[in-house]
C-alpha cells in the first residue's frame, strides 16, 4: 500500500514570498490533515478535512495560510505572503475515517519549509 | 490550556538496556492516547495506543502503561536496539481524530 506522499519535501523562500504544498493521501482515506511541526516541538494540528470539507481550521493563521482539497483526494497548503516563523516541517497526514477517533493517522514524510 | 507534556528532551540508553519514556498530559477526560516514534526527516509513525480503560498495554518489544490517577503514561522499550534511536512523542486523542501532541523526548541508542 503506497503511503501519504507529499512535495515538495524542501523549499527555501525569502520572507513575503508565497508558497504551496501538496500531499496526496493514501487511496480511500476520507480524512486529511495538515500538521505544522516547529524544529523541536510536537506537530500541531492546522486544518483537518473530511472528504471536501473542512472539520477544523481553528488552528489555521487564516490571514496568510489556506488549504483546498477540492475533490476530496489531493490537498494543497499555501502559505501568502510568508514569515520568518513559518520555518517548520508541514506534515499531511490520512485516515480512513476521523470520526470514530480510532482511525490510524499516516503521516507523508513532510514538507520542509525554510523562511529567510 | 490542556496539554500533553514529556518530562525529558533526550534520553541516553545503551543498546539492550530498557528505556522508558514518560509523558504528563493534563486532561482527565482524555480516554484515548499515542505513542509515535519519529525517525529523522520522516513522519511520525504509530507505535502503540492505549484506551483510560486499560492501564497497560503491550505490543512487539513495547509496553504502554497508564496511570489515571495521576495523569501519566510512559512507553517502555525492551532490549533497546540503534534503530530505535528517534524521538519519541506521546499523543491525546481528541474529538474528531484531533491529535494533541507533546514535544518529544529524543532517544539516542549508544554502543
Known amino acids: 500500500e503506497a503511503g501519504v506522499a507529499q512535495s515538495p519535501r524542501y523549499k527555501i523562500i525569502e520572507k513575503r514570498q508565497s508558497v504551496a504544498f501538496w500531499c496526496n493521501p493514501i487511496?480511500?482515506?476520507?480524512?486529511l490533515y495538515w500538521y505544522q511541526q516547529i524544529l523541536g516541538q510536537g506537530p500541531k494540528l492546522l486544518i483537518q478535512?473530511?472528504?471536501?470539507?473542512?472539520?477544523?481550521d481553528s488552528q489555521l493563521p487564516k490571514d496568510r495560510f489556506s488549504a483546498e482539497r477540492l475533490k476530496g483526494v489531493d490537498s494543497t497548503l499555501k502559505i501568502q505572503p510568508a514569515k520568518l516563523e513559518d520555518s517548520a516541517v508541514y506534515l499531511c497526514a490520512s485516515s480512513l475515517a476521523g470520526t470514530s477517533g480510532d482511525n490510524e493517522q499516516f503521516f507523508g514524510p513532510g514538507t520542509r519549509l525554510t523562511v529567510l | 490550556g490542556e496539554s500533553v507534556g514529556l518530562h525529558l528532551p533526550t534520553l541516553s540508553v545503551q543498546e539492550g538496556d530498557n528505556s522508558i519514556i514518560n509523558c504528563a498530559y493534563s486532561?482527565?477526560?482524555?480516554?484515548?492516547f499515542i505513542w509515535y516514534k519519529q525517525e529523522s526527516g520522516k513522519g511520525p509513525q504509530f507505535i502503540i495506543d492505549?484506551?483510560?480503560?486499560?492501564d497497560k498495554r503491550q505490543g512487539q518489544r513495547v509496553t504502554v502503561l497508564l496511570n489515571k490517577t495521576v495523569k501519566h503514561l510512559s512507553l517502555q522499550i525492551a532490549a533497546t536496539q540503534p534503530g530505535d534511536s528517534a524521538v519519541y512523542f506521546c499523543a491525546e486523542k481528541g474529538s474528531w481524530g484531533k491529535l494533541q501532541f507533546g514535544a518529544g523526548t529524543q532517544v539516542v541508542v549508544t554502543p
Open positions: 486532561n482527565s477526560a482524555s480516554d484515548y
Open positions: 478535512f473530511q472528504n471536501n470539507g473542512v472539520v477544523d
Open positions: 487511496s480511500g482515506h476520507a480524512t
Open positions: 492505549i484506551r483510560s480503560n486499560m
